[in-house]
């Protein structure tokens, strides 16, 4: 294979990635959930965020391109290769990849120095941990004082819409124990500030301030 033809299969593998994805979109918006407004709720909430942002469990990129989209830098860490693949594809199609990075590696073990971050968000994250407490302290250890972290995650609604998307393709959505109701008991037990929690898009958020001064 000469380098035109490995050229052609990579982009042939971005199209389909990328075609993967907004299918994927559109049949979530058919069961009445934007999965793209999502994020810009969460933002539009959130409060003022420094970068750069790390967004745990970054999937496809669709939280961390729209944290890019409002000029932050954004590093998004994921296990899975394929979706991080995928990440990097839409988050060039959408012309933010200047500021995106995508790194595989685990969330309880961020490969970034103590503080390297102004904000941390875990967004849909959380139902995908067998065990939360080593990623909270992760992401407490990269984020600087007086930096905020966010976790959201679906609602009882929410998670009930997902099942039904899931269900209509003959799969099963697999929710773990880790939810944010057990996030913010950790957050506040070591020392966290809550600064908000608000409902809307079918998410539970709550929004913590890292002690410190900024």
Do not use: K
Not at 99 to 122: D, K, N, Q, Y
Not at 146 to 156: A, E, L
Not at 201 to 211: A, E, I, K, L
Request: proline share 4%; charged share 25%.
């Amino acid at each position: 294979m000469d380098d035109r033809d490995a050229r052609r299969r990579t982009t042939a593998s971005a199209v389909d990635m990328r075609a993967a994805f907004l299918e994927r979109t559109a049949l979530f918006r058919g069961f009445g959930y934007d999965r793209l407004g999502a994020p810009r709720f969460l933002l539009d909430h959130a409060g003022p965020l420094t970068g750069p942002v790390l967004d745990v469990g970054a999937g496809q990129g669709v939280l961390a391109i729209e944290i890019a989209r409002r000029g932050l830098r954004v590093v998004g860490v994921d296990l899975d290769g394929d979706d991080l693949r995928a990440a990097a594809v839409n988050a060039a199609a959408e012309r933010v990849e200047a500021l995106t990075t995508f790194v595989r590696a685990a969330a309880r073990h961020v490969p970034c120095a103590e503080g390297a971050f102004g904000a941390a968000i875990a967004m849909d994250a959380l139902h995908h941990l067998d065990e939360g407490a080593a990623v909270f302290a992760e992401m407490v250890r990269v984020v600087a004082p007086g930096g905020r972290i966010v976790v959201s995650d679906f609602n009882d609604e929410g998670f009930a819409l997902v099942a039904r998307v899931y269900r209509s393709q003959g799969q099963e959505h697999e929710v773990g124990p880790v939810t944010v109701a057990s996030a913010t008991a950790w957050f506040l037990e070591h020392g966290l500030e809550p600064l908000a929690a608000f409902e809307g898009y079918w998410h539970s958020t709550v929004v913590f301030g890292r002690p410190g001064a900024a």
